[in-house]
């Protein structure tokens, strides 16, 4: 059974940094491209970053670009998001996806997610 289990979520003030994780198991994380997705309060998902199977390609939205980064172990099956300088519009519950393809991961599909993890960001 495919498991992604994502951590570090929880309240931070605007400007601060969170580390969230995303563990696997059930699979091997370097046969997968790994994103992150968040979901705000009243709107629909969105794409945050993407990292191919060996790290050599990420990729992430506008918004995040210059204060997220992506990055992965997959010695430990797990992927990590490092948020910097965090904004309130950042709350979201954020979570993890798993698929071959780092291009369709970007549509949003994907073959396996987390449940989530919130970040909460007061100003």
């Known amino acids: 059974q495919v498991q992604l289990v994502e951590s570090g979520g929880g309240l931070v003030q605007a400007g601060g940094s969170l580390r969230l994780s995303c563990a696997a198991s059930?699979?091997?994380?370097?046969?997968?491209?790994m994103g992150w997705f968040r979901q705000a309060p009243g709107k629909e998902r969105e794409f945050v970053a993407v990292i191919n199977w060996n790290g050599g390609f990420t990729y992430s939205t506008d918004s995040v670009q210059g204060r997220f980064s992506i990055s992965r172990d997959n010695a430990k099956n797990t992927v990590y998001l490092q948020m910097n300088s965090l904004k309130p519009e950042d709350t979201a519950l954020y979570y993890c996806?798993?698929?071959?393809?780092?291009?369709?991961?970007?549509?949003?599909?994907?073959?396996?997610w987390g449940q989530g993890t919130q970040v909460p960001v007061s100003s």
């Open positions: 059930g699979l091997t994380v370097s046969n997968y491209a």
């Open positions: 996806a798993a698929t071959p393809s780092s291009s369709s991961l970007r549509r949003g599909d994907a073959n396996y």
